[in-house]
């Protein structure tokens, strides 16, 4: 038996790369192969709490990961554990079987299931030869992949300098070494070493990098915080669509004004927020925000570098939190965007719509599910088929602020534009057009009450 396994292990082993034909680097800690490297990849969890639905739900999600990144999966490992191995995630034993199914399978990479410390990355990467990557390096390498604006390229680089920094290590002969010895001690030619090493060189342009990037990105988000406050002037109520990556938030505010966003099925398929117009129902004005997705885990340095994206969440006088109901752990994905807004300065504080979209490929058993734990703040949509629709926006209508001011006032005939703006800004009740002028009344915010008051008269009723 055992000669025969011996036997299959030779078999599998026979369909391997040739060598010398390689380009690859074969030296692991060159710093030219730091560049992420997803080809053939092997993916390795550590399941430490929850059901082993809820470990194989992470995984899977590790996988769906992995091949937006546009790697092949091969093989994917769980392994029960009440804590992470410190030294290399899974332990020693695992990790040398861990090697063995590296080498079977021809992987080139071994992604884990969570961020790894510095040297839990070098020790695995130690016993299994090939290049490691933890899950946040490998989601900061999806967002840099679709960061398409300067903000958004900005933010992404910003945030793998972040993750970057405590990671630095000497890479081979890279490193200008200090000399050591009796030299060191002051004695003799060359007592004093070379100065900077190449890894605090490193560090140094780093910190000067992220510095100069903060910068920028703070430049950059005045055009944004510019916009937001002449929509506030204007009192036209914010609506945000947030939500777990991939769950339609894109496909949803396509079909709500038509804004002709990119839809695609992959996760973090677009990063930059899209604000559009749209109608209630009763014409009122409202700006509707696609926002980036979120993730389980989402690595704090995303949230950091794209802080002033987030702030479209806080900011909002409405949330419409889309869920994909054909999820095998809808609320999980629910529990993982809250937390995010905990990040968020006054995100929790905001109405929540929770949107339960594909409908038209949700089971019942799991939109039943949701709605009665959610009641009335829950909605099932399918953005796809546009079932639903209608009947959120009239939810959207009931939960928007409400405008402070009712007016009933005579306004002359050459101020139409005030008219228009009412139609445009508030909640017209009823216009009629008299021999003096026209008989305006309706719901108006501040700033338009303040011009209406200057050229409308009161109109009294018998």
């Not at 969890?45 to 929850?50: C, L």
């Not at 029960?80 to 040398?96: E, N, V």
């Not at 300098?161 to 000497?170: I, V």
């Amino acid at each position: 038996m055992h000669e025969e396994l011996q036997f299959d292990l030779e078999e599998r082993h026979a369909l391997r790369r040739v060598a010398g034909l390689s380009t690859e680097l074969q030296d692991v800690t060159e710093v030219e192969y730091r560049q992420l490297r997803l080809e053939r990849v092997v993916l390795v969890g550590v399941w430490t709490s929850g059901t082993a639905e809820d470990a194989d739900n992470s995984l899977l999600e590790l996988k769906l990961l992995a091949e937006t990144a546009g790697s092949q999966v091969l093989d994917g490992l769980i392994q029960r554990r009440q804590k992470p191995d410190p030294a290399t995630y899974i332990g020693s034993g695992k990790a040398l079987e861990l090697k063995d199914i590296v080498e079977a399978t021809g992987a080139d990479t071994v992604i884990c299931d969570g961020e790894l410390t510095p040297a839990q990355l070098r020790e695995l990467e130690d016993v299994v030869k090939v290049k490691v990557i933890d899950r946040t390096a490998l989601i900061l390498d999806i967002f840099a992949q679709h960061a398409k604006s300067r903000e958004g390229k900005a933010q992404v680089e910003l945030a793998q300098l972040q993750y970057l920094l405590p990671r630095l290590r000497g890479w081979g002969g890279n490193l200008s070494r200090q000399v050591g010895g009796r030299a060191a001690g002051g004695v003799g030619i060359g007592g004093r070493g070379p100065g900077e090493t190449k890894i605090e060189l490193d560090r140094r342009r780093i910190n000067e990098r992220m510095a100069k990037l903060r910068r920028q990105i703070k430049g950059m988000s005045v055009a944004r915080d510019t916009m937001r406050a002449h929509r506030a002037s204007r009192e036209v109520p914010a609506v945000a669509i947030a939500g777990y990556t991939n769950a339609g938030k894109s496909s949803l505010l396509n079909r709500v004004t038509g804004a002709g966003v990119l839809v695609e099925d992959a996760l973090f398929a677009t990063l930059d927020p899209t604000v559009r117009k749209a109608r209630t129902p009763e014409g009122r004005l409202f700006t509707i925000a696609d926002t980036v997705g979120f993730v389980r885990h989402l690595p704090h340095q995303l949230v950091e570098a794209f802080r002033s994206t987030l702030e479209e969440v806080a900011d909002a006088d409405l949330i419409l939190h889309v869920v994909d109901g054909s999820h095998p752990d809808p609320e999980g994905q629910i529990t993982a965007v809250r937390e995010v807004f905990a990040d968020i300065e006054g995100a929790l504080d905001v109405p929540e719509i929770i949107v339960i979209n594909k409908a038209d490929a949700a089971t019942g058993d799991v939109v039943d599910r949701l709605t009665r734990r959610f009641g009335r703040d829950s909605i099932v949509v399918s953005a796809r088929t546009g079932e639903g629709i209608e009947a959120l926006m009239d939810l959207i209508e009931e939960r928007l602020p409400r405008l402070d001011h009712e007016v009933e006032l005579l306004v002359p005939y050459d101020r139409g534009d005030l008219i228009s703006r009412a139609h445009k800004e508030g909640e017209v009740v009823s216009v009629e057009h008299t021999p003096e002028g026209t008989v305006l009344h309706a719901h108006v915010p501040s700033s338009l009450l303040h011009e209406l008051g200057k050229v409308g008269k009161p109109v009294e009723r018998v």
